[in-house]
């Protein structure tokens, strides 16, 4: 079983689209989180979800907007596609509590061309 | 949020004992000491974390110093499956905030 899984893995795109990268977690952790990791493999924070409400948003262009339906989904969707926005995202997941250690997914590869 | 400092890179030679050093002077008292890895190509991956003493798990042994400020993962007996980032991170148990994750420490394992 897939703790933290998103969707889709690989995504190849054009400059000006819309996408959405999708994730669930299956632990019933209460907080959410998307990293975005760029070429140069640093991994950044840009959101995070607790129990459905926003409470980090780092500096992220507004064509970035996460959508959180409920506890176990945080969606993220991208608006006019740049070809900065080429990395990977990582969902995750933590529970407060014994550490609060963070669970990740296994990446969504973004490449806009 | 504590920032934590780490080496760029290590070498270890594989089936010996390898020690991941992590410096964190500003860490705060309810911060607890994590360490993640991420294999290529890969999502990272709890390894351990502690508040104050020492861990140990299947995976790993964290030894925390006596202030807190420093910190370090041991691999008993590195194998080439151990080649990875390594990122030492503090986390609050109190509350869903931010973790900063550093450079890391890309570990080298030499068969």
């Known amino acids: 079983d897939t703790a933290v899984s998103q969707t889709p893995k690989y995504l190849v795109t054009q400059m000006g689209n819309d996408k959405s990268i999708k994730c669930e977690q299956n632990l019933g952790h209460d907080t959410m989180y998307w990293y975005k990791q760029d070429s140069k493999k640093f991994l950044k924070i840009m959101f995070s979800y607790n129990n459905k409400e926003l409470i980090i948003n780092e500096t992220v262009p507004n064509r970035f907007s996460p959508k959180s339906p409920d506890k176990a989904h945080l969606n993220l969707h991208i608006n006019s596609l740049e070809l900065g926005d080429s990395a990977v995202y990582f969902c995750?997941?933590?529970?407060?509590?014994?550490?609060?250690?963070?669970?990740f997914g296994e990446g969504s590869w973004l490449t806009v061309v | 949020d504590a920032k934590t400092t780490q080496p760029n890179s290590m070498e270890s030679n594989e089936e010996e004992p390898v020690h991941l050093p992590c410096n964190h002077s500003t860490i705060s008292g309810t911060d607890y000491i994590h360490w993640y890895r991420q294999l290529p190509s890969q999502g990272p991956e709890y390894v351990i974390h502690g508040l104050t003493s020492n861990v140990n798990n299947r995976m790993a042994s964290l030894a925390i110093a006596e202030d807190r400020k420093s910190s370090t993962l041991i691999l008993h007996r590195a194998t080439l499956r151990d080649a990875a980032v390594y990122y030492c991170i503090l986390r609050d148990d109190t509350n869903a905030g931010k973790s900063t994750f550093g450079d890391g420490t890309t570990l080298t394992v030499k068969p």
């Open positions: 995750a997941s933590s529970h407060r509590g014994s550490g609060n250690t963070i669970y």
